[in-house]
């Protein structure tokens, strides 16, 4: 029960800042909108960081550049979210972003891109993939 | 319209890019370390472009509120949450409870028009929409060894993990 409180919150958080991002970006600006959410985030992030003092860095120079620079992704996804809530809603957004999400783990998972340890991958996805489709067809009418 | 749904289509593919390149940071750190990075890797992406596309108007806050400054700390608790569901729930579960929450949310957030947001008012067929959606998300996270003799190429590993 715990946990599903947890995993309900995580989704509210993530839909919530989806709109504050848009309504911060009307206001101030997209790029200020997302420079100051993420600034924010990073000395949030940073601060219990410091606080837990656990190290774990050791290992982190194995990881590659590439995979390490990958937040910077979020300067286009939040521009990009923030643009697509003003134009066609929040609820679609999150539908096609959800969608969009899972089309692409899909085809990570079925062409083994990035060395990702295949997980279990078959026709319940596509038919999952299908009926998501036809949810956000209907939730456009 | 279609302008709106590339875009979040867009952003949806680079989420699903995203999160692999934080599985990879996370498999070597740990959360904080992967989420401080993220965050300052996206700061730092999101400075640069903001400078170049608008030079000195970056720093020109007209209309700022204060809790703009505090926004950021919502993907902190996303992150604490995640965490603590994925523990608990094991996490094809708890993420596709975090998916629909999402869409709930959204549709809440939606129709009560919440910060400024255009109010779309709900209608039966944006509920239907959105439990189709969810039954389709349930649908992608079934395990498809069940459905033996079907499986994709991809799947080598999946039905022989049993």
Redesign the interface.
């Known amino acids: 029960m715990?946990?599903?409180m947890?995993?309900?919150?995580?989704?509210?958080?993530?839909?919530?800042?989806?709109?504050?991002?848009?309504?911060?970006g009307?206001?101030?600006?997209t790029?200020?909108?997302?420079?100051?959410?993420?600034?924010?985030?990073?000395?949030?992030?940073?601060a219990?960081?410091l606080i837990?003092g656990?190290g774990?860095?050791r290992?982190?120079g194995?990881?590659?550049p590439?995979?390490?620079?990958?937040?910077?992704?979020?300067?286009?996804?939040?521009?990009?979210?923030m643009?697509?809530?003003?134009?066609?809603?929040?609820?679609?957004?999150?539908?096609?972003?959800?969608?969009?999400?899972?089309?692409?783990?899909f085809a990570?998972?079925?062409?083994?891109w990035?060395s990702?340890?295949?997980?279990?991958?078959?026709?319940?996805?596509i038919?999952?993939?299908?009926?998501?489709?036809?949810?956000?067809?209907?939730?456009?009418? | 319209m279609l302008m709106g749904i590339t875009l979040a289509f867009l952003s949806g593919v680079l989420v699903g890019l995203q999160n692999i390149f934080n599985s990879k940071l996370g498999e070597r750190t740990n959360i904080w370390i992967t989420t401080t990075l993220v965050l300052g890797m996206g700061f730092a992406a999101s400075f640069t472009i903001g400078l170049v596309v608008e030079g000195g108007d970056l720093f020109v806050l007209k209309g700022m509120q204060t809790w703009y400054g505090f926004s950021g700390i919502i993907g902190v608790v996303v992150v604490v949450s995640m965490v603590q569901g994925i523990q608990r729930l094991g996490p094809t579960f708890a993420v596709s409870v975090m998916m629909v929450s999402q869409l709930g949310f959204a549709l809440l957030f939606d129709t009560l028009g919440w910060l400024g947001l255009a109010q779309i008012p709900i209608s039966p067929s944006r509920v239907v929409g959105l439990l189709v959606v969810a039954a389709g998300i349930a649908i992608f996270k079934t395990d498809p060894g069940r459905l033996r003799g079907l499986k994709l190429r991809g799947a080598k590993q999946g039905i022989t993990n049993k």
């Open positions: 715990k946990g599903i947890f995993a309900l919150t995580a989704g509210a958080g993530i839909a919530l800042q989806g709109i504050a991002n848009a309504r911060i009307q206001g101030i600006g790029w200020q909108a997302a420079s100051m959410t993420q600034l924010t985030g990073f000395v949030t992030s940073l219990i960081l837990l656990r774990g860095w290992r982190l194995e990881v590659k590439v995979y390490r620079a990958g937040g910077a992704l979020a300067a286009l996804i939040i521009s990009a979210n643009a697509a809530i003003g134009a066609i809603g929040a609820t679609v957004t999150v539908a096609v972003v959800l969608i969009a999400q899972l089309m692409f783990t990570v998972d079925l062409f083994g990035f990702v340890a295949g997980t279990r991958i078959g026709w319940t996805q038919a999952g993939i299908g009926v998501m489709v036809a949810g956000i067809l209907i939730l456009s009418l």
